[in-house]
């Protein structure tokens, strides 16, 4: 049988025999009523590592953020986000959709935008804008290449926001990522943001699900809208066991998954026709940038696909590859050695 490496995201991870076992004995009840025990082990556990007061177990990243979103506006106020964002590009038009806001996409670098940015668009107290009352932002960055948005313009943009009476909330679907790769305490980003969605089901290999923290009275407006986008799950134990473990297993091992990541992308920067730098290459994603004259990111993944490797059209003129739990060291050299031979 023909074994496929496939690096077109971190999404596509399966559950582990370990983690089978665990999600099998996982003690359940009806959390609609607040009752499955594990489903709450799983809410305290990542509200203390962000030293927030509460957390919600939500479906997915998507329904993570937009909860959040709908919790802390009315229909025709505004959220600054940068232009690359997941929640600009990859929600389906949702906070239109959901909250009936309106998106304020400004230009960051490889998906960081800074205060002075965001101070520049906030709306003036007149009857003719919108109101201005979130700020938005990711870490790691998807588009950005999985970059890493530094503690420190987070946290001018948190004392920003306490200024102007605005709240910060954070796509941390790969929040976990930046932490390993900074050694910074997730309790640190949480300080700095209002609320945070993190993803058990990308980096960490759960199969299902997000967790949204933020204060208790946060938390109980994100639980209501939880439940009018029909995300009540019932007996969900047996999900939120598999990211309970996910988190006491697999979160420090993500440094592994930077390591092949760099290691790639150097091999792929010696390489005629491949267009990387190396040192933005900070996590698990490895974006390149091909000529499309020549061959486009389609063909190249077309071409790879016939050596058993899988990657992902990221637009235009760029490819995607992501590392992650299934990605070996052998795998890596594997993937050099047909970009090589290609």
Known sequence: MIQLIDLRSDTLTKPTE????????????????????????????????????????????????????????????????????HIFNYEGGAPAVLSGVQLHPIPGKRG????????????????????????AIENTHNRGGGAIFPLQKMQDIYKLAQKHRLKVHLDGARIWHAAIATGTPLSKYGKCVDSISVCLSKGLGAPVGSVVVGSADFIDRAHR??????????????????????????????????????QLADELSRLPGIEIDPAEVETNLVIFKVDVAK????????????????????????????????????????????????
Request: with cysteine.
């Open 18 to 85: 370990e983690m089978r076992a665990v999600m099998a004995r996982a003690e359940v009840g009806d959390d609609v009523f607040g009752e499955d025990p594990t489903v709450n082990r799983l809410q305290e556990k990542v509200a203390v590592l962000f030293g927030k007061e509460a957390a919600l177990f939500v479906a997915s990243g998507t329904m993570g953020n937009q909860v959040c979103l709908n919790a802390y506006t009315q229909p025709g106020d505004e959220v600054i986000c940068d232009y690359n964002s």
């Open 112 to 135: 960081i935008i800074d205060a002075s940015q965001i101070e520049a668009v906030i709306r003036p107290a007149d009857h003719h804008y919108a109101h201005s009352k979130l700020i």
């Open 225 to 262: 809208y939880r439940k009018i986008y029909g995300g009540g799950m019932r007996q969900a134990g047996i999900l939120a066991a598999a990211g309970i473990y996910a988190i006491d297993h697999h979160y420090q091992r993500l440094a592994d998954d930077h390591r092949r990541a760099k």
């Open 295 to 342: 061959r486009s990111p389609g063909n190249w993944c077309r071409l790879m696909k016939e050596e058993d490797i899988l990657m992902l059209p990221f637009g235009y003129d760029r490819v995607r590859m992501v590392t992650h739990l299934h990605i070996t060291d052998h795998d890596i050299d594997v993937v050099t050695d047909r970009f090589k031979k290609m």
